[in-house]
């Protein structure tokens, strides 16, 4: 049994990336799959129109759009003191979806408009503030929709000419004309144009009740279904090392030892004289730099995540390959720099410099530099590294600032940790410790043979 618990020791790392891969995947296919297709927002309304199933065309809403831009010219024009307090051409400020997607996706039955979330995606359902406000989104537009704010109004106004008009002179009133012997020879004519304008564009057929408000229907916690996914990657997993070790498939592996250039712990003196001296060699510095270079560029490659503001770059696989070969204290100052220099070029968003932001890259270069300088690259350290900065780092510390910087109070700091930057942290974790992997295994035998490594760090890049 002891022998057992063993071999279970030595997958860990494979165990916790199955974990982490099984409960990223159930989050995605919750999230992302099933809740944007099967779950719903529903409002409660009165119906008294038996063709209600017009209310729901792109056709009958444009011409109502257009009912109102007309209306709304005139006002502008005539200088009309009475305008839209409510109209349908303010109901798509509240959402950047098309007239396809609220179309094809809402509907009428059994006494509730219905629309799929995914048109205004939800990414939090609590009692009190949402993050992402997709309920009151819709709520906001289906009263936009169904109470336009023009009804019955009827007004009279001269009629400006038109430029084409007075330029033909056909519309220039004339003024009588008289002969020598004062006789009338023209008489005088004035044009009085008179327009009456009757708009009724409310939508009479259904009305919302009093009081009711939107809410999500069929929608299922991500973080539910993720944990039950962990259980079964879980599960099987442990299957699959209980056969190999009854099996007698697992043989011991050996280790590269502690020497006098590889260390298989940070806790040595001279590991610490190593990486105190990256900054005394002109070529080292110049190396740094180009690297250095690369990462900064890294920084405008900015993809989205699907998480609100947060992305995602490649600046990280840099800043390990320099935290390999220089060390951590020389990551603490590229991170320091990376951030402050960011900053000034623009690629860090549009918002002030702050401080936490600095230290969290100082973080991460100490973190990959402990993981990687010096000592045997696995992808249990490229995991534990990736780990570190994604939950530690990027969702708690991240949290912390984005909460102070939006003056977040308490709920909704936990509202955005739990449903934005956890899971965003979550799901890209092993994506991106299996790319940082495979460059750095790629680039290890590179660069001993250039001699910024020990060869023998070339050569033992492993799994475990």
């Known amino acids: ?20 891969f099984s409960f990223a995947l159930g989050y995605f296919l919750t999230q992302f799959i099933y809740n944007p297709n099967f779950s719903y927002y529903r409002i409660d309304v009165d119906v008294t129109d038996t063709e209600y199933e017009k209310y729901f065309s792109k056709d009958y809403y444009k011409t109502q759009e257009s009912n109102i831009k007309s209306y709304n010219k005139y006002v ?27 179309f094809n996706d809402m509907y009428y039955k059994d006494g509730s408009i219905w629309l799929k979330n995914k048109v205004f995606t939800t990414t939090a359902v609590t009692s009190s503030k949402s993050i992402s406000e997709g309920v009151t989104k819709f709520n906001k537009f289906v009263k936009a929709y169904f109470d336009s704010g023009v009804k019955n109004y009827t007004f009279t106004q001269d009629m400006l000419y038109t430029e084409e008009e007075i330029a033909s002179g056909k519309r220039v009133d004339e003024e009588a004309e008289y002969d020598e ?17 009757t708009f009724n564009i409310e939508i009479e057929g259904i009305n919302i009740k009093s009081g009711n408000v939107a809410y999500l229907y069929n929608y299922q916690n991500p ?54 001296k990256p900054f005394e060699k002109v070529s080292n ?86 993981c990687f300088y010096r000592t045997k690259v696995t992808f249990s350290k490229c995991f534990y590294a990736r780990l570190f900065v994604n939950i530690v780092i990027n969702a708690i510390f991240g949290t912390i600032w984005w909460s ?24 890209y974790l092993v994506p991106q410790t299996l790319v940082l992997y495979l460059v750095l295994k790629g680039v290890v035998k590179v660069l001993a043979r250039f001699n910024y490594i020990d060869e023998r760090i070339g050569e033992a890049t492993g799994i475990i």
């Open 1 to 20: 049994m002891k022998e057992f618990f063993k071999s279970i020791f030595r997958f860990k790392v494979l165990i916790l990336v199955v974990l982490m």
């Open 76 to 102: 502008t024009e005539y200088n009309n003191k009475e305008g839209i307090s409510k109209s349908m051409s303010k109901i798509f400020t509240t959402t950047n979806a098309t007239y396809d997607q609220i």
């Open 181 to 197: 012997n004062g006789e009338l020879v023209k008489e005088e004519i004035n044009h009085a144009l008179y327009a009456e304008k």
């Open 223 to 276: 973080y539910a279904i993720s944990s039950l996914f962990a259980l079964g990657g879980l599960v099987i997993i442990l299957v699959i090392v209980t056969f190999l070790f009854l099996k007698g498939k697992l043989n011991d592996y050996k280790e590269i030892h502690d020497n006098e250039e590889i260390f298989k712990t940070p806790f040595h003196k001279k590991y610490w004289t190593y990486a105190s």
């Open 285 to 370: 510095i110049a190396m740094m730099a180009i690297l250095f270079a690369m990462m900064v560029v890294c920084k405008f490659l900015h993809l989205p995540s699907g998480f609100g503001a947060l992305g995602l770059s490649l600046t990280y696989i840099f800043f390990s390959i320099i935290a390999l070969i220089y060390g951590p204290l020389a990551g603490i100052i590229i991170g320091a720099l990376s951030d402050t220099i960011g900053f000034f070029l623009g690629v860090n968003g549009s918002g002030p410099w702050f401080f936490g932001y600095t230290l969290d890259a100082m973080m991460a270069g100490f973190t990959y530099g402990i």
């Open 404 to 427: 102070m910087m939006n003056q977040f109070n308490y709920d909704q700091a936990i509202q955005y940790f739990t449903w934005i930057s956890l899971p965003k942290n979550l799901l």
